[in-house]
């Protein structure tokens, strides 16, 4: 009895001193970037099965880092080795939107994707998931998800640690949920296991990591589900902050703290100068954050599912780092400046739009979210947005839980939040932003240069269940959006029945001429007249959605239907 006893606390012992080196993804550079999706497998537990995952390239869990230059023309190949459908969305990036793998751009099981566009962002950290309709925590969760790091010559002149794996390190950081046979479940309210990497890192296995002692660059990505985290290091020692979403600050911001939602992204600098030989733990000071904020203490829920994670409300390690001597010509020194952003001004502007989160009712808290009282639909266009609009976003979030809210296409500024200035930390651009129970955070933004009619660009709540659950908009940017806005409201072309199965009907006025195209969801034309036609044969499509183009000499014309 005895000796079993002190074997049990041996084997206790030495499972709470497991450690797992860090596992540093590999990396892409271009032109040409092949990414291929597959299904694969991680033994996580040291008990059980392993956890089915996906992958890209030769990884069994998340993918390798893509490095983009600035300028540079890319040409991305995705093929998708899974069983199911999916998208790869470049988040952060401005690229046209027909690239942007939202849900609109599916990559059916067995084919290739091919995106191809000029890289227009500034040097900052971005990433790439899938965003498929409905689907997106399902497959990301599994590891669906990678870095894509992005260079510029601004960047380039400012001394700054850029040694990949060496002094500047990526950082993706997820809380799960896992099922009692080790599988991943797409839900985030009793998420306890953290993966920095994919390395799992809590519950008697710490991932660590060696680095030197010198200035080194951190870029954390939250790419978790739901959990918001508050950064710090153990014994509270500063760091300094040097870029948020989409670009660099412009000073280092000296710092003990960094909140991250889910999608959201910084790179700091922190001096390991002098500490060769010693430990210094990245964690996350969860006891600060805020009941309502996912990630802060339980709060006591009414029906429905509990929220109740180990690691909420409390401060636990993410990451143990061990400080070993410095490599060759170090960085030694902390910038004093790095850019010049220029928010736009809120006199620029020219539209207003507003977007309330909304539940059903005040005492939920997983959801379904709304925008506006409205679930997100596929076939309806919320807004659409001159070309080069500068806009303000007002979020109001009227609901018990925080919401991180993220936009497509463009990076934002924050204007305030509840009437006061952002803190440093969030004066930078931005693609997602963090909005509390009870807040108003306004944001602006301007929509350049890629209109397309028929592909739009999403907005939506970055937790991810939330976001799969409707908490989602879409919005197409338009150089003619009078002549479509009225369109929509005059009724010139009317198309029925829709649902359609054998024909379509065209209602025009008479004597009006036009062209007719039709598209699937792939963006490939199944349908076209050049000239006045008012039936369409649709027996032959395949049941699913398409979108209907009509140009007469005024306007274009844009509907969404169903081929039952
Ligand atoms: Cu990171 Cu629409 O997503
Ligand atoms: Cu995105
Ligand atoms: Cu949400």
Redesign the pocket.
Known sequence: MRTRFILLILIVTWQCKAQSPLIIPDTLVGPNYNLTMHLDSVQFFSNGPKSITLGYNSNHYLGPTLILNKGASVNITVNNQISDTTTVHWHGLHVPSKWDGGPHTPILSGTTWNPQFQVKDNAATYWYHPHLHEKTALQAIKGAAGLIIVRDSIEAQLILPRKYGIDDIPLIVQCQQFDSLNQALPLGMQDSTLLVNGTRTNNGNIAYLDLPAQIVRLRILNASGERVFNFGFSGNKNFYQIASDGGLLNAPFDTTRLRLGPGERAEILISFIGMTGQSISLMSYASEIPMGTQGGPTMPMIGGPPMDSPLNGVDFNVLDINVVSPTANPILTIPTSLVVNTPYLESQSNTARKID?TAASDTIMD?P?YFNDSTFNMMRIDYIIPLNSIEVWTLVNKTM?A??FHLHDEQFYILDRNGMPPPPSEQGRKDVVLVAPGDSVRIIAKFTEYTDSLIPYMYH?H?LM??DAG?MGQFIVSSSPVGIADLFEQYQFELYPNPATVELNIKAEPNVEFSIEIFNLLGERVFYSSKRQIKIPTLQFESGLYIVKITSNKNTFIKKIIKQ
Request: hydrophobic share 45%; aromatic share 18%; with cysteine.
């Open positions: 989160f959801g979210f839980v919401h991180p709540c937790i939330h976001e908490m």
